[in-house]
């Protein structure tokens, strides 16, 4: 059963425009929700975070929006740029349902930023 | 800040040996180590957690006497692939948590496992 779910594999984006990647998860229990980065061959990123209390968190181009009643969270990147091109996993972690943190990912989409 | 080195980053091992991977958190204390694996064009498995000074918690399914690991210091764990089949040829990647987010995980660059 997976918890985390990306739907889409991939994505495929004009330089300059916005990209938006979604994560969807199952376990109310989730409180707390990463994005990572990963290119291949190289250990994952860590690129943006959010908490359950929050429905929004800024950095730069990237924008981590989470909808907790929809059990959804999207990842924006605007404007994308040809270097963003990678795959992008969302993580969650139940904090205090005593599993230390660990995270369970998604099995990632993979952006393709054309110029 | 927050940097995770992996040694070695890729490695070729014939069958039966044992192989040895460290991981090491370079500017902070690490007090979790997670070690996960990836197969070709899927996601992470975590394989197990591990805290400084204690005995590592496996994924089910997960053969603790076949991966061994240590976690003797804040900035430092390995991982022993013992007696090493070309099954166990894998990319391995660490992380640790302890970094300047409490619960972000900061993961290696990995490490690229052959076993012929």
């Known amino acids: 059963d997976q918890q985390v779910k990306q739907n889409s594999p991939s994505l495929s984006v004009q330089e300059g425009r916005i990209s938006i990647l979604n994560c969807d998860y199952t376990?109310?229990?989730?409180?707390?929700f990463l994005w990572y980065k990963k290119y291949p061959a190289e250990g994952p990123t860590f690129l943006i975070s959010i908490s359950s209390i929050k429905d929004k968190n800024e950095d730069g181009r990237f924008t981590v929006f989470l909808n907790k009643s929809a059990k959804h969270l999207s990842l924006h990147i605007v404007p994308s740029q040809p270097g963003d091109s990678a795959v992008y996993f969302c993580a969650a972690s139940a904090m205090y349902g005593g599993s230390q943190g660990n995270l369970i990912f998604g099995k990632g989409t993979k952006l393709s930023v054309k110029p | 800040g927050a940097v995770v080195s992996q040694h070695p980053s890729w490695v070729i091992c014939k069958s039966g040996t044992s192989v040895k991977i460290e991981c090491r958190s370079l500017d902070f204390q690490a007090t979790t180590m997670f070690w996960y694996r990836q197969f070709p064009k899927q996601s992470l498995m975590l394989m197990a957690t591990?805290?400084?000074?204690?005995?590592?918690?496996?994924e089910q399914g997960v053969e603790k006497d076949k991966f061994l690991i240590n976690h003797a210091s804040l900035t430092l764990s390995t991982l022993t692939v013992t007696s090493a089949h070309p099954e166990d040829s894998s990319f391995y990647i660490c992380?640790?948590?302890?970094?300047?987010?409490?619960?972000?995980?900061?993961f290696g660059p990995g490490t690229r496992l052959t076993v012929l």
């Open positions: 591990s805290n400084e000074g204690s005995k590592a918690t496996y």
């Open positions: 376990n109310s229990m989730f409180d707390y």
């Open positions: 992380s640790a948590q302890g970094g300047g987010g409490v619960y972000t995980q900061y």
